[in-house]
């Protein structure tokens, strides 16, 4: 089973930039679509990003040509960089692995937050 670990979250200026991390442990992450999930207080998890096998990246409409997501099969390491941030972003950030099978794994959650 994979066990995956984010980092990068902080507190920025809106307008800022955050470059998230999620790195994988027990498998490789080749074999997996993965994606960052976000949830803010008071609201459901919600798909902010998945790439697939393949680097296929699709993203939810509200971050779509600001966020990026990537994934480095050689250094187990899946990324989303944040450009240009927004209140509205602010969330616990989750790195997510998903099986051909359909089984998902997630990690602890990274906190972002974009306030003046």
């Known amino acids: 089973q994979v066990q995956l670990v984010e980092s990068g979250g902080g507190l920025v200026q809106p307008g800022g930039s955050l470059r998230l991390s999620c790195a994988a442990s027990?498998?490789?992450?080749?074999?997996?679509?993965m994606g960052w999930y976000r949830q803010a207080p008071g609201k459901q998890r919600e798909l902010v990003a998945r790439i697939t096998t393949g680097g296929i990246a699709n993203y939810v409409d509200s971050v779509k040509g600001r966020f990026t997501i990537s994934r480095d099969n050689a250094k187990n390491t899946m990324y989303l960089q944040m450009n240009t941030l927004k209140p509205e972003d602010t969330a616990v950030y989750y790195c997510?692995?998903?099986?051909?099978?359909?089984?998902?794994?997630w990690g602890q959650g990274t906190q972002v937050t974009a306030s003046s």
């Open positions: 027990g498998s490789s992450i080749r074999f997996y679509v």
């Open positions: 997510n692995t998903r099986s051909a099978i359909g089984t998902d794994n």
